[in-house]
């Protein structure tokens, strides 16, 4: 793309879906891990702290796979680009990153305090299924349609209209504002909403936070009542067979 913070905006929203598809099918458990809740628990900490000791858990996941996406760029950049424009590029990677961890754990809060626990794991396991579907059906799209001929070299999506329908285009244009390019009007905002978004991301994690140990407790504790009640069932049905 000749258009540079479009090239980059498309970047770190491929990062977002990639990432946040990757925390809600493999992080799942670890969410509802209780190993460490006992522990915690004991300790003077409230609502808060528990929720970024989590959030802390799994920016260190986030990180390892937002590094492995981004070190053939951070290559080209040392190559090719400058040092301005790697600096921008990781600083942005970074609020990306963080953007992604608290997008998808404000959706594991919120689902906690609004759905019943017995139907929690049941939410999230179709929406792994739905989402499964999505990147299948994306990633088979490309060969489905007829993209031959078709030039994509003055495609401009951020400074523009168009950009402001997906919050992680805006990070393209923060990119290119702190990379020296000229910015229009819709890319100064543009820029602007990049970085309030990561902040008011950060924000309303914390904010859905209360009573996250509590209902870590109920969910346990709703799975534990349903095994028992399946192997009480199963048991039932054992010895009316055997009678």
Request: neutral net charge; proline residues 2%.
């Amino acid at each position: 793309l000749a258009h540079q913070p479009t090239a980059k905006g498309l970047v770190f929203s491929a990062w977002f879906v990639f990432i946040g598809y990757m925390l809600i099918s493999e992080m799942s458990e670890s969410m509802f891990d209780l190993r460490d809740l006992q522990l915690l628990l004991t300790k003077p900490i409230n609502d808060l702290t528990f929720s970024l000791s989590r959030g802390l858990h799994v920016l260190v996941f986030t990180s390892k796979f937002t590094l492995c996406l981004a070190i053939g760029l951070i290559v080209y950049f040392i190559v090719w680009r400058g040092p301005l424009q790697l600096l921008a590029f990781l600083f942005v990677g970074v609020l990306a990153a963080v953007l992604t961890m608290s997008a998808t754990l404000a959706l594991y809060l919120v689902l906690l305090r609004k759905v019943d626990t017995r139907r929690l794991r049941i939410v999230f396991g179709w929406m792994q299924i739905i989402l499964g579907i999505f990147f299948y059906t994306l990633y088979q799209l490309p060969s489905l349609l007829d993209l031959d001929g078709l030039s994509v070299s003055d495609f401009k999506l951020v400074d523009d209209l168009s950009a402001y329908w997906f919050p992680p285009l805006w990070l393209g244009a923060l990119w290119g504002l702190l990379s020296g390019f000229a910015m229009e009007v819709h890319g100064l905002i543009q820029a602007a909403l990049g970085f309030g978004i990561v902040i008011a991301g950060a924000w309303f994690y914390g904010s859905q936070s209360k009573g996250y140990g509590e209902k870590l407790m109920k969910l346990s504790l709703s799975s534990t009542q349903v095994r028992e009640e399946d192997r009480t069932s199963a048991g039932g049905s054992t010895n009316d067979q055997s009678q």
